[in-house]
């Protein structure tokens, strides 16, 4: 999809499939749409005085036969209260058109910027969430359904009227980088574990690399990562056939000097448990125990194409944990890459086993920050639901500003604490730590496992169970916490759409 800003004296001339126009509550037109309302002989005005229209927050009315205007159709977009429209309101008006309009016949899609009135969300980072919404919305997956048909048309967005400004015309290509990178990361999230195998995830990371310049990837196989002692990865991988795979996607958008910032996806690509059998209840959902690597897959992506100064390393430890007679086993003893020992009281507790070397590798990068994505505990859905992703850092200005960026990407985080006192927890009569703690507290002592292997660098872990998939009611990948991330990574850049 392409989005581009549009200017025109006449807005009843502009040509287009679809054109949205931005309406309040108090149902009042600015110049362009009185224009606009006076050529088609006071038909909207004669709809807004009606009932079919009230400007509610996320109201969508579809206007066919409008006399006097280019467009095949209008679409009449309600903000709701002016002085009540907030980030999360605009958000979700912004889900509410993307639905609307892509439901509806015809490439071409064109949103008048009465919404730049509002000075509690700024005509930039509105531009941005109705580009990203849209493209995200343009999403459907038929890899492996070949049969469904796509009915999305819709190719191109306008933003008729706004300011050509930097800051608008940067907001409207990051929004369609943004959307993008959140329809890799659902892509990736989706495919079925007989196809999105650790191998196949270091095909995409290679793809990355042919495709964008400023990217190189290198991928290490199992031998690779013998020599260098990750044997608490190798672990996890050992009860399948499918060969585990380390992948470092390396972004150099800035100064060969600045030190990176590194996100590191956990890659668990089908995760039965392992010896410690999951239930068979909705096992098929985890197929998306991966999706802390899609997220960092999608948002090199995104950073990619927004061409972002600033030098970001992903790093996706991939494996898939499986039942077998070369499986490791409760009660197993594993040594980490850092030297620390690990006891494996529970082969379902895999994700951190692999975190942790890779977590140990990225200090090579002397990196500027380092941010894990991962899948890692059903407790934080029982602590934070379906709605926010649980946060723990070593450091309270990088929690501030994902915490921040969650914010402004209506991709929201929530912090928990990471006290010493649950690092008692982990305590193991027969390693240095166990992989599993007692105690409850589930989401902040997998945490303090992984800040074990944290304490040279600014860490912050953010686990995803909860919004990585099955939003709304529905049974796909989310694509989140990818906006997360690439508002934080834009922010950073100092080229934030705000």
Known sequence: MRATLKSTSNLATFACDTLVIPVYEDLKLNSDSRAL???????LAKILASDDFSGHLGEAVTLRGIAGTAANRIVLWGLGDKDKLNRQAMVKACDSLAKAVTALPGKHCAVLSSFKTNKAVPTS???QQI?????????????TKPSKKNPVTLARVSIVNADSTAANRQAISQGVAIGQGINIARELGNLPGNICTPKYLSAQARKLARQ??????????????QALSMDSLLSVGHGSVEESQLMVINYQGGKKSQKPHVLVGKGITFDSGGISLKPGARMDE???????????IGTLSAIAEMKLPLNVIGVIPAAENMPSSKATKPGDVVTSMSGKTIEVLNTDAEGRLVLCDALTYVERFKPESVVDIATLTGACIMALGHHASGLLSNNDDLANSLLTAGTDSADRAWQLPLWDVYKKQLSSPFADLGNIAAGGAGTITAACFLSEFTENYRWAHLDIAGTAWGQAGGKGASGRPVGLLCQYLISLAGKAAV
């Open 37 to 43: 309302d006076k050529a088609s002989k006071k038909q």
């Open 125 to 127: 980072w509105a531009i």
């Open 131 to 143: 580009a990203a919404r849209i493209a995200r919305t343009t999403y459907l997956y038929t890899t």
């Open 212 to 225: 964008h310049a400023a990217i190189k990837t290198t991928v290490l196989g199992e031998k690779q990562m």
């Open 286 to 296: 985890m197929k998306f125990d991966m999706c802390g690597a899609a997220s960092v």
